[in-house]
């Protein structure tokens, strides 16, 4: 089990790079680190249908999260890279919603997933760092046609309300969703804005996420995903 450390731990180690020169990440659009984007809604099929709205490509059912209380659909956003529409189980009331879909007016950005590569050598490199985690942990899904996809996750005890990723490495075995899911639309945008947008730069690097740091008043996720027919589908948490 990682060591687990206060908040500030984690507020402080990432303070401590401030005094290094400012980062830049070029001219990256789409992270390279980048598995999935999680649209959070509080039904599945209106969730569908909004993205169907707005990109002509309708996502299909990907299953359910025994024992989390959601179900998602995906839809292909280029190589290595998916949208993942999650929204509550109606077959588990009583599981707790962890990302409050069921509060939800309408979609937006809940998350997003980061594949750093070896999870046990990315641990150990945050356990070094002094970061508070929880994994990795395993997990599975079984698709409707019955496959089983695994995978093992990682998260940062402090995730700064969801700008940063939780961090996935998926079984030798498994397929990627990207690979199979519905396909058509490409993610050409991913990026964190930030009041304190250089903090957030210092982070990502010590975290080696070559995500694009704005600077906005409002911090949230932001993605932009060309449709097929030319729209510009843009999200945001």
């Known amino acids: 089990m990682p060591q687990k450390f206060p908040r500030r731990t984690f507020l402080a180690f990432a303070a401590s790079a401030l005094a290094a020169p400012k980062i830049s990440f070029g001219a990256v659009e789409v992270p390279s680190v980048l598995d999935h984007i999680l649209l959070g809604c509080s039904d599945l099929d209106r969730g569908i249908d909004f993205v169907e709205q707005h ?11 025994p024992g989390r ?10 190589e290595k890279h998916y949208l993942e529409i999650i929204a509550p189980d109606p077959q588990q ?29 990315f641990a150990a490199r945050l356990r070094g760092a002094g970061l508070a985690f929880d994994g990795p942990t395993p997990g599975s899904r079984q698709r409707p046609d019955g496959r089983l996809l695994q995978w093992k996750t990682l998260n940062l005890h402090d995730d700064q309300a969801g700008l940063l990723p939780f ?40 975290l080696d996420l070559d995500v694009p740091v704005t600077h906005a008043e409002k911090s949230q996720l932001r993605a932009s995903i060309s449709a097929p027919d030319g729209r510009i589908l843009t999200l945001t948490s």
Do not use: M
Request: proline letters at 7%.
């Open 55 to 65: 990109t002509g490509v309708r996502a299909a059912f990907g299953g359910v999260h």
């Open 167 to 206: 961090f996935i490495e998926w079984s030798a075995d498994t397929v990627h969703p990207s690979a199979d899911a519905p396909s058509g639309c490409k993610i050409v945008r991913f990026e964190i804005s930030a009041s304190n947008d250089r903090y957030f730069e210092k982070v990502c690097k010590l």
């Open 69 to 78: 209380g959601t179900r998602n659909a995906l839809l292909s956003l280029g």
């Open 93 to 121: 009331p009583s599981a707790p919603d962890l990302y409050a879909l069921r509060k939800l007016d309408e979609p937006r950005l809940v998350g997003w997933a980061a594949h750093p590569g070896d999870l046990v050598q």
